[in-house]
């Protein structure tokens, strides 16, 4: 239903049947597991405000990475001009510093608690999102270092801060038998997370990417039935060129349309992102209890 949203809007049925299927089964299988003798998911384990804020710091997180890294590498490729080898190598640095970050954290909880680094570590990593959104069309991979290498490092150093101690705040809420079943609900709230950013940052970008192209298009000079074909071209969202029937220069304004419609739908789905991370952090603050 989210996915194909963009193309039918929120009122077709074939749109609002899957999504309230999906919503009555969420229900169904919340009541199931209530009454139920040996639940797959124990709510009683929600009770712990530690568990349920380090679960909901997890959907935070998780959202705005998987949704963000999934547009990203469109970013880079199609409208910074990176190969797919350079667009690898571009995030390199955050995944270093996640790495190496995260075994270092690890002192800091032992002495400190899980609190401050779960506080603070997406708060960075909001700013590192954020940063992305000062970013434009860019020269390519010679403005690397002065652009989205800066987010990549932040979001590299607030993701290492994060990671381990969320891990060791869901595990250490529980009692010792309820540690596989606490790691299993954490990490299918980290995959779900993923996918529902995917599906719903997905629908709002392309929206927003079609909007502005046509926007933009009804500014210009051009016959209706090229305004037409470039409005069905933009479904190809990333990968849109313009016809190659335009004068050489409406291609070149078109393609430069195309490219600021699609750092305009990036940046939206970059706001929800640096606004989702906070958010971890805030129910961080609240509900993740100082301990060792």
Do not use: C
Not at 128 to 150: L, R, V
Not at 203 to 232: C, W
Not at 255 to 272: E, G, R
């Amino acid at each position: 239903g989210l996915i194909e949203s963009p193309k039918s809007g929120f009122g077709h049925l074939s749109i609002v049947l899957p999504l309230l299927i999906g919503g009555l089964s969420l229900i169904a299988f919340i009541v199931v597991q209530k009454y139920s003798k040996n639940p797959m998911m124990p709510l009683g384990l929600f009770k712990s405000a530690t568990f349920s804020g380090g679960n909901l710091l997890t959907l935070f997180v998780y959202a705005a990475l998987g949704g963000t890294m999934f547009f990203l590498p469109l970013n880079l490729i199609q409208v910074q001009g990176y190969s797919e080898l350079k667009a690898g190598l571009a995030m390199l640095p955050m995944v270093i510093l996640i790495a190496g970050i995260s075994s270092i954290i690890g002192k800091f909880v032992d002495r400190r608690g899980v609190r401050i680094p779960l506080i603070i570590g997406p708060i960075i990593t909001s700013a590192g999102f954020f940063m992305f959104s000062t970013f434009s069309i860019t020269s390519g991979p010679q403005d690397y270092w002065e652009t989205f290498f800066i987010s990549f490092l932040l979001m590299g150093t607030g993701m290492g801060i994060t990671v381990a101690p969320l891990t060791t705040a869901v595990m250490g809420a529980v009692s010792h038998n309820s540690v596989g079943i606490a790691s299993g609900i954490n990490n299918t709230v980290a995959r779900a997370a993923g996918l529902l950013a995917v599906a719903l940052m997905g629908a709002l970008v392309l929206f927003t990417f079609k909007k502005s192209v046509a926007n933009e298009l009804g500014l210009m000079d051009i016959p209706n039935h090229m305004r037409d074909q470039i409005m069905i071209e933009s479904s190809k969202f990333a990968a849109a060129e313009a016809p190659t029937s335009l004068s050489e220069e409406n291609q070149i304004a078109v393609t430069k349309l195309l490219k600021d419609s699609f750092i305009l739908a990036f940046n939206k789905a970059i706001y929800v992102a640096s606004i989702l991370t906070l958010l971890g952090g805030f129910m961080a603050l609240l509900m993740i209890r100082h301990k060792k």
